[in-house]
């Protein structure tokens, strides 16, 4: 772990929820080299718990189809959590049929991508709901 800039302002804070392990490793390699901060976990009650928790979060990666609880059953709860209410949270998932996007968007999702998707285009989603790191 690098020491940080005492004058640079704080990295932005990522949760990447996604029960597969090379996704979450690329997902989490990627943001890191963009400038976040990234909690990975690999189902939705690891999603849940770091959420309720009180650690600061400025955006959550979500994939549908987790062990535990989906993304959208998390994205569902997060929605009902006072401290929450705010999170971008973004699906991204290989569910890309229009129920899955509806239902996402239904529950309060600010964004939806699908996989394969593009990491540069993820990037641009992220910055376009919470600016440059």
């Known amino acids: 772990m690098s020491v940080q800039d005492h004058n640079a302002p704080p990295k932005k ?31 939705g009650a690891a999603a849940l718990e770091e959420l309720q ?13 987790m062990p535990e609880h989906t993304g959208l059953e998390v ?3 997060v929605r009902g959590l006072s401290h929450r209410k705010g999170l971008p949270v973004v699906i991204l998932t290989a569910k890309g049929q229009d129920a899955d996007r509806q239902a996402a968007f239904r529950l309060g999702a600010d964004d939806f991508l699908t996989k394969p ?17």
């Open 13 to 43: 804070r990522i949760l990447v929820a996604d029960d597969e392990p090379h996704i979450r490793r690329i997902l989490a390699t990627f943001l890191e080299a963009s400038g976040f901060d990234v909690v990975e976990v690999m189902d």
């Open 53 to 65: 928790a009180s650690t600061h979060y400025d955006l959550a990666l979500l994939d549908i189809m």
């Open 75 to 77: 994205l569902g709860f």
């Open 117 to 133: 998707f593009s990491p540069k285009k993820l990037l641009a989603r992220i910055h376009g709901l919470i600016g440059n790191s």
